[in-house]
């Protein structure tokens, strides 16, 4: 989506947003898109495994699917994803001091990359039969500063194939806020471990 489109929906749905809850807006939002058949970024969660040196991936949760891109080796280590996970769309929807001037500097985003030849693969919401969110209490280190899980779990579940993704809780936040947004965006209810 282009900066004018993105100013359209505020145009158009200034007045529904005000009153609402952070996920009632990104879901008028998701809604808005779709009846314009525009498939827009939404989430962005980071996978990763043995401890990073293993296959690295990101989650991209868009409107209609998500996009599975493997990380390059030096994406790897200095990828950092969105703030909260949100792509700048949705979190310029629930940022309160918004300027329409900041958002095209905000929101630069190659639609190429997010929906081009690098997309490793991508899983329709209507192929998935089953979608686990599990919270990584077998992940757990502890130290002099106490207590801490490293990782939470996602299991897809298609009629053809199973997918597991580690999930490292510094890259993509605490689990309640993962399960927010998840909850907010997919189209279908998730199971919780």
């Known amino acids: 989506m282009e900066q004018d489109g993105f100013e359209q929906f505020l145009k158009d749905k200034n007045n529904k947003l005000f009153h609402k809850s952070d996920q009632e807006k990104i879901r008028i939002f998701i809604n808005w898109c779709q009846k314009r058949g525009n498939e827009e970024l939404i989430l962005r969660l980071a996978s990763e495994n043995k401890g990073g040196w293993g296959n690295n991936y990101k989650l991209d949760f868009t409107t209609n699917r998500i996009i599975v891109k493997k990380k390059s080796f030096f994406k790897k280590f200095g990828d950092y994803g969105y703030t909260a996970g949100l792509a700048p769309y949705p979190y310029l929807i629930l940022d309160k001091k918004r300027k329409i001037a900041d958002i095209k500097v ?7 990359y997010i929906y081009g030849e690098n997309s490793s693969f991508f899983i329709m919401y209507n192929e998935i039969k089953e979608f686990v969110l599990k919270k990584g209490i077998d992940s757990m280190v502890m ?3 106490g207590r801490a899980i490293v990782s939470n779990y996602i299991k897809i579940k298609t009629n053809d194939n199973t997918f ?15 399960r927010r947004w998840l909850e907010t965006v997919l189209p279908f209810e998730i199971l919780i471990k």
């Open 164 to 178: 597991d993704f580690t999930m490292p809780v510094n890259k993509n936040g605490k689990f309640e806020d993962v």
């Open 106 to 112: 905000k929101t630069n985003i190659d639609s190429s």
């Open 143 to 145: 130290n002099m500063m």
